[in-house]
Every structure is written in structure tokens, then in C-alpha cells.
């Protein structure tokens, strides 16, 4: 089944102790992408990567890090999270052709961070 | 930066009536797509536009775009209960880059 999977779904964490979410597709996917889902403002776009080794940012990078060593994987790495990371986020894959494309996404990811 | 942005905020239906959604957005793209998210789940994708393409059909669902006023509308005819979603158009970046800019989505309410 093609799907793309994040773990983990839900996380509590406090100030300051770094974290991976982890996302996956098996689709052979070019694109990734990490969005933030807050109330009223929809989704905004973290970061993306084009293929393994290409990565750049969207519109709120501050505090993400990610890395594609492998086509299939996509993690987001908060070093030091804030209180302010508190969010619903989203991992999505895409076939690039000339453009983006249909966005598969993840199930989501609710993290809470006292 | 929100390149998408969703009109109205908010839409309350009977079943049967149809529903249109509008967006507007600020720089050139390659194409337009419309997202439907149920309460806190992912998205799932629901049609595509392209730039040079002005309307587009998928069963119960029309999509026009208008390049020139920067703006575009989904239509869902003849709504049904299973339709209560949130609505979501996103655009490529400014300069069709790879960006991928969401607007802050209509909510969809359709009362049995």
C-alpha cells in the first residue's frame, strides 16, 4: 500500500531535550516536505527536499533541522524545542514533474512541548 | 508568508445545496490544488489545476482557476453530510518555485 508514515504520532516533551520525528514513503517519491499545522493558519511549510542531499527551506525553518540521506526518509530534528513548537505536524511526498505534484501526506504528528 | 488565502473562513450547508470555496493568491504558479483535511487527520488531495487550464471537473467537484485575477473557487455540488471537512488550496512558490504555500482553509459544514 502506498502511504507515506510518521512516527511518532503523538509526543510530550519538555524544554530543551532534542527529538526526531521520523517520516517514511515508499511511493519512490522525489519531493518531501514538513508542514506545522497551527489554528487559523493552516499549514506552513518547514522545510522541503528535492531528492536525497537537496534540501531548502519554506516559510518557518527557525528551529527545524532535517536531513534526506536516503530517498525514502525525511526526519525533522528539533535540537532544543520550545514551548512554541507545539503543533500538529505533517510529513508529504510528491512526484516532481516540472512542478509539484499530488502531496501524499502523513497522518500527523501532535507534539506538546511543556 | 500565506500566498493562499480561503474565502470564507467558514461555510454552514444543507445537504443537497452546493458549496463553493474561493482563493486568492499573490504571485505566478505553475498550478493550483485543492486539499480536503477531516478533523485533525491528513490531508488528502482532491484535484489539480494547471496555470494554462481555466476549469477542471472531478465527479461532484468543480475547479476553475482565473490566472488573471489570481484567484480560483471549488464547487462541490450537491453536498452530502460526508463532505464536513476542512478545505485547503495550495500554490507552488513565487516564481514557480518548489515552495508549497498553504492557504488558512474554509471549514465545511453540511447539515443532514
Known amino acids: 500500500e502506498a502511504q507515506v508514515t510518521q512516527n511518532p504520532r503523538y509526543l510530550i516533551t519538555v524544554t530543551g531535550k532534542k527529538l526526531t520525528v521520523t517520516c517514511s514513503q515508499n511511493?519512490?517519491?522525489?519531493?518531501m516536505s514538513w508542514y506545522r499545522q497551527d489554528p487559523g493558519l493552516g499549514l506552513r511549510q518547514i522545510y522541503y527536499?528535492?531528492?536525497?542531499?537537496?534540501?531548502d527551506k519554506g516559510d518557518v525553518p527557525e528551529g527545524y533541522k532535517v536531513s534526506r540521506k536516503e530517498k525514502r526518509n525525511f526526519p525533522l530534528i528539533l535540537e532544543s524545542p520550545s514551548p512554541n513548537q507545539t503543533s500538529l505536524y505533517f510529513c508529504?511526498?510528491?512526484?516532481?514533474?516540472?512542478?509539484?505534484?499530488?502531496?501524499?501526506f502523513g497522518p500527523g504528528t501532535r507534539l506538546t512541548v511543556l | 508568508s500565506q500566498q493562499g488565502e480561503e474565502d470564507p473562513q467558514a461555510l454552514s450547508i444543507q445537504e443537497g445545496e452546493n458549496a463553493t470555496m474561493n482563493c486568492s493568491y499573490k504571485?505566478?504558479?505553475?498550478?493550483l490544488q485543492w486539499y480536503r483535511q477531516n478533523s485533525g487527520r491528513g490531508l488528502v488531495h482532491l484535484i489539480l489545476?494547471?496555470?494554462?487550464?481555466r476549469e477542471k471537473h472531478s465527479g461532484r467537484l468543480r475547479v476553475t482557476l482565473d490566472t488573471s485575477k489570481k484567484s480560483s473557487s471549488l464547487l462541490i455540488t450537491a453536498s452530502r453530510a460526508a463532505d464536513t471537512a476542512s478545505y485547503f488550496c495550495?500554490?507552488?512558490?513565487?516564481?514557480?518555485?518548489?515552495?508549497?504555500?498553504f492557504g488558512a482553509g474554509t471549514r465545511l459544514f453540511v447539515k443532514a
Open positions: 511511493m519512490n517519491h522525489e519531493y
Open positions: 508529504a511526498s510528491s512526484l516532481i514533474q516540472g512542478a509539484v505534484n499530488e502531496q501524499f
Open positions: 489545476i494547471r496555470s494554462n487550464e
Open positions: 504571485t505566478s504558479i505553475n498550478n
Open positions: 495550495a500554490t507552488d512558490g513565487p516564481l514557480g518555485g518548489f515552495k508549497t504555500i
Open positions: 527536499s528535492m531528492n536525497v542531499e537537496v534540501t
